[in-house]
C-alpha cells in the first residue's frame, strides 16, 4: 500500500550526495520520514519536512538570499510543508511568497541539497529539527522583490562573493554544488 510519503522516498533514493557528510544528512533523512508518517505536519513536534529553493539569477552568477528574521541568518527561501507531500512545489510555493517572484523555474526536479538542522524554541513551539529538501531554480524574468513578514531584507548576491555575507556551512555547500554544476551543465537537466 502506497502512502503521502512515497514521492519523497524515491527522490531520496536517487539523490547523489557529495560526500560522506552529505550521505549523512540523506540517511538521517531518509529514517526520520520512514519513522513519521506525520512528517510533513508541523504537528510533529519532533521535527518535519520542509523545501527550500536555491533560487540563481538567469545567468547563474547571483543567488537570492533571504535575511530570516525569527533566525537572523542569511539563508534560502523556503519553509513548511504544512501538509504538502510534495517538496518541489513546497520550494517553489515559499519561494514565490517569500520573494514576489513569478518567474521560477526548477533546474530539475531532482533534490539539489539536503540538509537537517535544528530550530530554537519560539513563543509556543519548542525547539525540533526541520529536515530540509532543497531544490535549484532559476529566475526566468526580471521583476522587483517583495518583502515577506518573515524577512528583515531579500537580496540577490553574487555567489563568488557569499562568504562576505555569511558562513553559513549550507549555504557554502550550495555554493559549492552549484559551482560544480555550472562546470558540469548535464550534471542538472533543465526543467
Known sequence: MSDKRDSLLQLLSRYQPIDADDQAQAERIKNFVLA??????RSNQQGHIT????????????????HHKKLNLWLQLGGHS???PNPLQVALREAQEESGLTG?????????DLD???????????????????FAFRCTAEQPLRLSDESHD?????ISKLEDLTQEESI????????????????????
Open 36 to 41: 513519521h508518517v506525520d512528517c510533513f505536519d
Open 51 to 66: 523545501g527550500s529553493a536555491w533560487v540563481v539569477n538567469s545567468a547563474g552568477t547571483q543567488v537570492l538570499l533571504t
Open 82 to 84: 504544512d501538509g504538502d
Open 104 to 112: 521560477l523555474a526548477p533546474f530539475s526536479e531532482d533534490i539539489f
Open 116 to 134: 537537517v538542522h535544528a530550530i530554537p524554541g519560539y513563543k509556543n513551539d519548542p525547539s525540533h529539527y526541520h529536515h530540509d529538501i532543497r
Open 154 to 158: 531579500l537580496r540577490w548576491v553574487e
Open 172 to 191: 557554502l555547500r550550495m555554493k559549492k554544488k552549484w559551482l560544480a554544476t555550472i562546470k558540469n551543465p548535464s550534471a542538472v537537466a533543465d526543467g
